[in-house]
């Protein structure tokens, strides 16, 4: 899978995709990445991104045009490549989601755009296939939604988890509802707490039980 990442700030990934099931999925060469650094397609000797908003108000927003073209050269890069853009005007990104991106790998790659400043042209959207918000909170820029898309999808990729049912019992997997059942190792008493006897019983049926009615979503 070739992932594209259209940023102002690649240095930020750094750390992210070199280390743990990321560095391990690029070794394997399950994924691959790319940056588009959004300031080469900048207007003018300055290589302008962003200008004032029509209409008024504090901040700026990303200029269309090197915005558009960034999108155009990773297009060009990878025909069949999605375009995804973090944005709280987006629907809300859900582990269905990364399954769905990762199902369709390697024959559909990623471009993932970091917005930045106050937002960007509206405009810009005609190019994007689809918008997500990770949550009810603001950030700085799209660079952090964006890995979070890129561990999501990428730990979900055929050999990299290592197990073949690792991902298969985990939270939200299943139905974006379900979370994972609360597990325990060794010591079985910890300064006190004791894991469930229910545990140490080796009755599969009865565990299986169990791991079921805890594996509800906390209540709001």
Request: net charge negative; charged share 25%.
């Amino acid at each position: 899978m070739k992932i594209q990442i259209i940023t102002l700030f690649p240095e930020m990934f750094t750390g992210v995709l070199n280390a743990s099931m990321l560095w391990k999925a690029q070794e394997q060469g399950a994924v691959q990445f790319e940056f588009i650094d959004l300031r080469d397609f900048g207007i003018g000797p300055r290589k302008q991104v962003d200008d004032t908003p029509y209409g008024g108000g504090d901040g700026m927003l990303l200029k269309p045009e090197p915005l558009v073209a960034a999108i155009e050269q990773a297009k060009k890069n990878d025909p069949t490549a999605k375009v995804l853009l973090p944005t709280p005007r987006g629907k809300q990104y859900k582990q269905s989601d990364a399954k769905r991106f990762a199902a369709a790998a390697p024959g559909q790659g990623l471009i993932i755009i970091c917005p930045r400043y106050e937002g960007y042209d509206e405009r810009v959207l005609k190019w994007v296939d689809e918008s997500f918000y990770i949550g009810n909170y603001v950030l700085t820029g799209g660079e952090l939604p964006a890995m979070i898309f890129i561990d999501s999808v990428v730990r979900l990729l055929p050999g990299v988890l290592g197990g073949e049912s690792s991902a298969e019992i985990e939270s939200f997997q299943q139905d974006d509802h379900n979370i994972e059942f609360p597990q325990y190792t060794r010591p079985e008493d910890f300064r006190g707490d004791k894991v469930p006897d229910v545990l140490l019983s080796g009755h599969h049926a009865e565990i299986e039980g169990w791991r079921k009615s805890h594996s509800l979503p906390p209540a709001e």
